[in-house]
């Protein structure tokens, strides 16, 4: 069974930055893409960012150019640098890994908490 491990919330201000990091149980080769979602309370969750093994990344619309996501295979580990927070980015951040070989098998990790307030 994969696991995925987020680490790196917490409290910030508005303006600041945080980072993320997500350490896969297996090797990022098992996985097509991986990324980072997130909920906010009464909302769905949404694409924040994905990232695919070649490298190429994907962004939810409400980035503009904020956040960077980037990965170190040696190290299983996905990273989502998030810089100029603002209030409505509080959510629970979720790692996300989609199984290359098994069609529709998703990983979620348990989410760590970001919270960005005065």
């Known amino acids: 069974q994969v696991q995925l491990v987020e680490s790196g919330g917490g409290l910030v201000q508005p303006g600041g930055s945080l980072g993320l990091s997500c350490a896969a149980s297996?090797?990022?080769?098992?996985?097509?893409?991986m990324g980072w979602y997130r909920q906010s309370p009464g909302k769905q969750r949404e694409l924040v960012a994905v990232?695919?093994?070649?490298?190429?990344?994907n962004y939810g619309d409400f980035v503009k150019g904020r956040f960077t996501i980037s990965m170190d295979k040696a190290k299983s580990t996905v990273f989502l640098q998030m810089n100029s927070l603002k209030p409505e980015d509080t959510a629970v951040y979720y790692c996300?890994?989609?199984?290359?070989?098994?069609?529709?098998?998703?990983?979620w990790g348990q989410g760590t908490q970001v919270t960005v307030s005065p």
């Open positions: 990232i695919t093994g070649g490298g190429g990344a």
């Open positions: 996300y890994a989609r199984a290359r070989t098994v069609v529709g098998l998703d990983y």
């Open positions: 297996s090797t990022i080769g098992a996985f097509s893409a």
